[in-house]
């Protein structure tokens, strides 16, 4: 039976009830479908290049963002990691749109099968690990930490899910998702992609509170400013049988907390600047539509026609604008089409 030790400090409830008031916040304001679709795609790439940086992955944000739009003819093992990794987050997050969904140990090996795809043999991708491993400090190389044995790996894989699931209404969210974490470190159940399978399935958690990291923000993103303090404070150091009745995670739930916050507090500060970039500003003539409906009700082409010299196909972009900005609302169809503003009657 997994039973984590750890400790409700002030600095961690503090957090708590900060990160809490924040995602309220964050959650209340409405910002046109152009501005959230823009900013999900920002933190997809920020997500993606700081979790594969943070396993030594050498390409730079601005490199990634091109990967990601551009994928390469010849792909690279640098390159696949970033495409493996961004196909894992959209894929996660068409599932959470669909509605929540339990950890589970196959949605575990099929996260970790989706960031290893042709970069693992077929035998260690999607699977427990089946040899030993070790972890090497990044900066030395040297054996730092012994992780469990092959046949405890099952075991407490199971636990940790377990864990999870039956806690949920009884510990906070963010408390068992650092766990989770830390004790997914811990016990690095694969060969390899431990880290980005972790990072990724600790999304999961989040969203369950709200906090859907794959929309706005990237939680990663903060661990890979310091990754030295981020595997000192998620990692242990020696043999894990030596260690394992000694594991406080409340050092580490604390920093947890901390990441989170600076994250979701650089996307508040974000997100009006979003809002005025030159895909969300109103020109006159879009100005001319809101006006017209103002005044009428409603509008339709033929009548913004007279407002405007701008000619039919140009006319729908203007009010394609609208739509996506979520000023306007469509109805009818074809001929019969006409424009009302958002929510009014």
Not at 34 to 54: D, F, G, P, W
Not at 127 to 138: C, E, G, Q, T, W
Not at 187 to 199: A, E, L, S, W
Request: proline letters at 5%; glycine letters at 4%; zero cysteines.
């Amino acid at each position: 039976m997994f039973t984590p030790s750890f400790t409700i400090t002030n600095r961690l409830l503090a957090n708590i009830k900060r990160i809490n008031s924040l995602i309220t916040e964050l959650n209340t304001p409405h910002f046109p479908n152009i501005v959230l679709m823009e900013l999900e795609r920002m933190a997809r790439a920020v997500s993606t290049h700081a979790s594969t940086s943070i396993e030594g992955n050498p390409l730079p944000l601005t490199e990634v963002k091109k990967i990601l739009k551009f994928r390469p003819s010849n792909i690279r093992d640098s390159e696949l990691e970033i495409v493996n990794y961004n196909k894992a987050l959209e894929d996660l997050n068409k599932q959470l749109n669909q509605g929540s969904f339990e950890l589970t140990l196959e949605l575990i090996l099929s996260i970790q099968k989706k960031i290893t795809d042709k970069l693992l043999s077929p035998v260690d991708s999607g699977s427990l690990r089946h040899k030993p491993v070790v972890v090497n400090d990044p900066r030395t190389g040297k054996i730092v930490f012994l992780p469990p044995d092959v046949k405890d790996v099952l075991p407490m894989m199971k636990d940790i899910i377990i864990f999870v699931n039956t806690n949920r209404k009884t510990i906070d969210p963010l408390i068992l998702a650092g766990i989770f974490h830390k004790q997914m470190v811990i016990i690095h159940p694969f060969m390899d992609g431990n880290g980005r399978t972790t990072r990724l399935a600790t999304k999961i958690l989040l969203a369950a509170i709200g906090l859907n990291t794959f929309h706005l923000f990237s939680f990663e993103n903060y661990y890979n400013k310091n990754v030295t303090k981020y595997f000192q404070t998620v990692g242990e150091y020696g043999d894990y049988y030596e260690l394992k009745d000694k594991v406080d995670f409340t050092p580490w739930l604390e920093y947890f907390t901390d990441g989170i916050i600076d994250e979701v507090l650089r996307v508040k500060k974000l997100l009006p600047e979003a809002a005025r970039t030159p895909q969300t500003k109103l020109q006159p003539y879009h100005d001319a539509i809101l006006k017209h409906i103002q005044e009428n009700g409603y509008i339709i082409d033929r009548e913004y026609a007279k407002l405007t010299d701008r000619a039919k196909a140009t006319r729908t972009l203007d009010f394609h604008k609208l739509l996506e900005l979520q000023m306007i609302e469509r109805k009818g169809k074809g001929k019969a089409t006409y424009y009302i503003l958002k929510n009014s009657n």
